[in-house]
């Protein structure tokens, strides 16, 4: 259990939308390495060295590709590298093009540790608020997916138990069909059983409540106490200094002032969060057990 | 009327954010704009959804088929595209009504990335089958009366929901619409785009007997849908 995945819910979710909404939507090489970065050691935290390699690699080649593609596709752009079928290839696009990769990355890369650290029933909690009726049909599907990927399995024995061939590709799918419609049927019948227990229980007749194992706690309040403290010393920066950087028809500069500098500096260490406070969790842990 | 005001306060909303957006805030911002719709668009038809009065057969039955319609995507995970979720969201909404297939198109969406990876395209899956059906729920009768009809309405679902994911992309991408991207993405996605649109027809055909024919069954039975 990472320490994310014990915060609450809703701390956690907004953290990580604001994060994607920031690495998704601004159009700034610092921005975006600071997501990226963040967000690839964080992914490598959550899923080990070895899982995290093939990510990496696949982000890696997602930017070359992007870089090398973009100035086919944009003739944007004032510095010609060279003439590519006729058509100038640009510097400037080529920079777009990483810098595009590489927020498309930085979004799958928060998107991967989203769904390492906030399981659906994080959701569920959530939304059954704001949505109680789909929340509950999305907690029934939980339920059932299991239920009728094993009654499919019955199923398919049951009709291999029978000398049903399945050898040539018309025998496959007839077989598949068959046993795709009985799983229908079986699935609806068995609806029909849980929603007439439903209503015997006396379903509407108050709202619902759920079990939740949920608590705003101590860490929850310091941790969002830093986070919007960052936030809003980096969201100065943007709003005042402005965050586009130019990249048609020529490179933009930097703003260098404090402000600036304060603002890129905050998001930095905001995108580090979770990263720290893992390694901080990590080396205590570490140390406890030591001091056995 | 008092179920109108909300719908109007929110296309209000859209609107508003939609101006404010262009000419303030995200001036060429468009894919941000463009996800703040969908999201925005869906709204209604959630509390639509949440509005009608709720029988718990009914609930529990479009909660199993849209378990099913999830796992429809399982089984066929070896053959990339060609998948039967589109078809069993026509069929749910064909049988169960336009609230009921919004339900399905957005659950399955939301669900099935549980399992295959949530992304920036979740929104747009939820948005693009949701209204999907929709669509199909208001145009039920219809679908069910003439095959043509709803083997023509799968096939143009297929092409809907392949342009749209890849306007999103194009939008994101560029910060903007660029119209050579997008004429590149379209074309080489184009292989995509038929498999999405053949698949929904072949499902269609196959599967409008079976599962349709298994919903009618078990509402006749039941007495699903029925006040009592």
């Known amino acids: 259990m990472s320490f994310f995945d014990s915060l609450h819910p809703a701390v956690s979710l907004i953290f990580f939308l604001g994060v994607i909404f920031c690495a998704a939507f601004f159009i700034n090489p610092v921005i975006t390495l600071s997501a990226l970065l963040g967000g690839l050691i964080f992914l490598c935290i959550l899923k080990g060295r070895r899982a995290f390699f093939k990510d990496f690699v696949f982000i890696l080649i997602l930017i070359l590709f992007s870089a090398a593609l973009n100035p086919l596709f944009s003739a944007e752009g004032s510095t010609v590298i060279l003439i590519l079928f006729g058509r100038p290839y640009t510097l400037e696009s080529l920079l777009y093009g990483i810098q595009a990769g590489a927020m498309i990355g930085a979004v799958l890369c928060w998107f991967k540790c989203l769904s390492e650290c906030f399981g659906s029933e994080k959701y569920l909690y959530l939304f059954s608020k704001a949505l109680p009726k789909f929340s509950l049909i999305l907690t029934i599907v939980f339920r059932y997916i299991p239920l009728i990927k094993e009654h499919i399995g019955k199923l398919r024995k049951a009709q291999k138990a029978l000398g049903v061939k399945d050898n040539s590709l018309k025998n496959k799918l007839t077989l598949s069909m068959r046993i795709f419609g009985s799983a229908v049927v079986y699935s609806l019948e068995s609806a029909v059983e849980t929603g007439n227990s439903m209503k015997a229980r006396g379903f509407g007749a108050a709202n619902r409540t759920s079990y939740s194992l949920f608590r705003f706690s101590l860490r929850d309040a310091v941790f969002s106490g830093v986070f919007f403290g960052l936030a809003i010393f980096s969201a100065m920066g943007f709003a005042f200094k402005g965050i586009e950087f130019e990249y048609y028809p020529n490179l933009g500069g930097i703003s260098a002032d404090t402000l600036s500098v304060f603002s890129y500096l905050s998001f930095f260490v905001l995108c580090l969060m979770p990263a720290i406070c893992e390694i901080k969790e990590n080396l205590k842990w570490r140390y406890l057990r030591l001091r056995v | ?228």
Do not use: C, H
């Not at chain 2, 509390?47 to 009065?53: A, I, P, Y």
């Not at chain 2, 709720?54 to 995507?73: N, W």
């Open chain 2, 1 to 228: 009327m008092k179920k109108k005001i909300p719908i109007y306060l929110l296309i209000f909303i859209a609107a508003a954010l939609l101006v404010t957006g262009v000419f303030r805030f995200a001036k060429d911002n468009y894919a941000l704009i463009t996800l703040i719709m969908a999201v925005l668009s869906m709204l209604p038809l959630f509390l639509s959804f949440e509005k009608k009065k709720a029988d718990t057969k009914l609930l529990a039955v479009l909660a199993a088929l849209i378990a099913v319609s999830v796992l429809s995507r399982f089984i066929f995970f070896a053959v990339p595209f060609f998948k039967p979720v589109t078809a069993m969201i026509i069929i749910i909404a064909m049988y169960l009504g336009s609230d009921a297939g919004f339900a399905a198109g957005a659950a399955t969406a939301l669900i099935s990335n549980f399992y295959f990876g949530q992304g920036p395209w979740t929104a747009f899956q939820m948005f693009s089958w949701g209204l999907i059906g929709f669509a199909a729920g208001l145009l039920a009768k219809r679908l069910k009366k003439s095959t043509a009809l709803l083997l023509v309405y799968g096939a143009l679902s297929g092409v809907f929901f392949s342009l749209l994911s890849d306007l999103w992309s194009v939008l994101w991408y560029d910060g903007g619409f660029n119209l050579k991207r997008y004429i590149a993405l379209v074309t080489s996605a184009a292989g995509i785009t038929l498999t999405y649109a053949v698949s929904n027809v072949v499902f269609l055909l196959i599967m409008k007997n079976v599962v349709g024919g298994a919903i009618e069954r078990v509402k006749l039975k039941y007495g699903i849908g029925i006040d009592s």
